[in-house]
């Protein structure tokens, strides 16, 4: 009975479904407006995304634990100690700044306030201690090591203790503040995200069931025809792709404007971040996700939607 | 319920006309025919086998043996007449060279040819009702069912419209054709179930309207 092969039909479905989406007009303009607002919004959460990613890194690599050596302290001693803190897997990195690299900075912040610098001068000796700034990889792993730090009563090759102190203590609040914003922050804007994005496909698809509770009657025509439910089925989810399709396109060409409008505003906010170089250097995956959930948005969308239509 | 222990049996290249006041239950019969509805009891009987226990694809392909054409026409309206007329074709899987030469052939029967790239908005209830029949018969069906195929239709259309189904059925067609209209049933002289809540109460060789 069937003389035709599978390319034969895929053409025909093809064109039927570019026909459908070309002829109903209005229709499917309306159904690419609210799709481009879902893909606005799947996209606006990349850049959300993107943005907390940097500004979570950026407060993390602000965080660190100073541990002041008293200004007598040995630099072999330091730097026992320095491997020993190296050791440790919480740890990220340790810098040693030397008793003269710390005047060098203290003279170099203070180049224009002469009356410290001469009354540096008048000590004659060099009063500043070595010090050691450690980053731990997480936030909530200072505590560790600042404890491995008390309790390993730190001393040096002679036993007399040479810590004078370590700021953890003081920072603490701070930082146990800190982290637990950033954490809550990454959780809420995932949930929020997620919340905003379902809601939008929900809307979408219920535009797109519209658009085919429109189409009820021809699809009893054509089963009344004979045509099996897949070709039935076919045009519409064409017809969804090509819905899809054509809002994550015109999605991507509303980013362009709007994260170059948005770019000035997040480079003085975020430090460093902006939106509109983010969106160039990343546009072939951003391209991807938001072009990709259109067309599987419309295709579910309009697969399960006509689904319901079909009799037999 | 809308029929009631209803029996008939039709010839191959028969002409039979069902008639009978609204409610009568004739579109249900038809939607039986076409195994739209099941009956809660009893059999329908194309060949030999019976159609309310063919799988989904097998009523397909016994749809695609059966061309129907309705009141309302039902015509995919974003289709223009050449592509409904090849809807049909496609759909039962011949190939582009046959549709391509078929359905100009079949539009010349209905005397249709110049609205061939006319969407069905812009034709009559008469054109549109041509384009139906066309495509009722595009695929060489061994029936025709047709569900009151004039009632929107003036009277001269109405003559157009049953001439061409008396040459399908002159063709070798079997035709089932409902209808309320006397005129239709006196101009065809062929053989007139005549039904009433549910029941067959007439079934005359060669009927006439009569209620």
Redesign the interface.
């Known amino acids: 009975?069937?003389?035709?092969e599978f390319k034969?039909k895929l053409k025909?479905v093809s064109k039927a479904g570019f026909?459908?989406f070309w002829?109903?007009g209005y229709v499917s303009l309306a159904s690419v407006l609210v799709m481009v607002v879902t893909l606005l919004v799947i996209g606006s959460v990349i850049f959300i995304s993107a943005v907390l990613n940097i500004t979570m890194e950026e407060l993390r690599n602000k965080v660190d634990i100073n541990v002041y050596f008293i200004t007598t302290s040995q630099e072999k001693d330091i730097l026992s100690i320095k491997t020993k803190i190296e050791s440790l897997p919480e740890v990220s990195n340790v810098e040693y700044i030397s008793r003269e690299k710390a005047l060098e900075n203290f003279r170099l912040r203070h180049e224009n306030d002469q009356i410290t610098l001469q009354a540096l001068d008048e000590l004659g000796d060099n009063p500043l201690g070595a010090t050691l700034n450690i980053k731990a990889k997480e936030p909530s792993q200072y505590e560790g090591v600042a404890n491995f730090l008390n309790e390993e009563n730190i001393l040096s090759s002679d036993g007399s203790k040479i810590i004078d102190k370590i700021n953890y203590f003081e920072n603490r609040t701070a930082i146990d503040k800190l982290s637990r914003i950033i954490n809550s922050a990454e959780h809420l804007g995932l949930v929020l995200s997620l919340a905003l994005v379902v809601v939008s496909i929900i809307i979408t698809f219920n535009t797109i069931r519209l658009t085919i509770y429109i189409s009820r009657?021809?699809i009893s025509?054509?089963?009344?025809?004979?045509?099996?439910?897949n070709?039935v089925k076919g045009p519409f989810v064409v017809t969804g792709v090509l819905v899809g399709l054509i809002s994550g396109l015109i999605t991507m060409l509303l980013f362009l404007p709007i994260s170059y409008w948005l770019g000035g505003m997040t480079e003085n906010f975020f430090i460093g971040f902006n939106i509109f170089s983010y969106y160039l250097s990343n546009f072939f995956q951003i391209l991807f996700i938001v072009v990709g959930s259109g067309i599987a948005i419309g295709a579910v969308s309009s697969f399960l939607a006509v689904r319901k239509y079909l009799?037999? | 319920m809308a029929l009631d222990k209803v029996s008939f049996t039709v010839e191959p290249n028969e002409f039979v006309s069902f008639v009978g006041p609204s409610g009568a239950g004739k579109t249900t019969l038809l939607k039986m025919l076409?195994a739209?509805e099941r009956p809660t009891e009893g059999k329908v009987m194309l060949h030999d086998m019976d159609i309310n226990f063919l799988s989904?694809?097998d009523?397909?392909?016994?749809?695609?043996k059966i061309g129907?054409v309705f009141q309302d026409f039902?015509?995919?309206?974003?289709?223009n007449v050449y592509?409904n007329i090849a809807?049909?074709m496609?759909?039962?899987?011949?190939?582009?060279e046959e549709i391509e030469s078929d359905v100009p052939h079949v539009l010349e029967l209905v005397d249709l040819s110049p609205k061939i790239w006319n969407f069905p908005n812009e034709l009559s209830g008469g054109e549109k009702q041509r384009v139906a029949i066309a495509?009722a018969i595009v695929?060489q069906p061994d029936i025709i069912i047709a569900d009151e195929p004039t009632g929107n239709l003036d009277p001269a259309n109405t003559y157009d419209i049953v001439q061409i189904l008396k040459k399908i059925n002159n063709l070798g067609t079997t035709v089932i054709l409902t209808t309320h209209n006397k005129g239709v049933i006196d101009s065809i002289g062929r053989r007139v179930i005549t039904m009433q809540d549910g029941k067959i109460i007439r079934d005359d060789v060669t009927g006439k309207y009569i209620l």
């Open positions: 009975m069937e003389k035709v034969t025909r026909f459908n002829r109903s009657e021809e025509v054509m089963q009344l025809v004979g045509a099996s439910k070709y009799k037999l | 076409l739209e989904s694809q009523i397909n392909f016994m749809r695609r129907a039902r015509l995919l309206p974003n289709k592509e809807f049909a496609e759909a039962a899987g011949r190939p582009d495509r695929n």
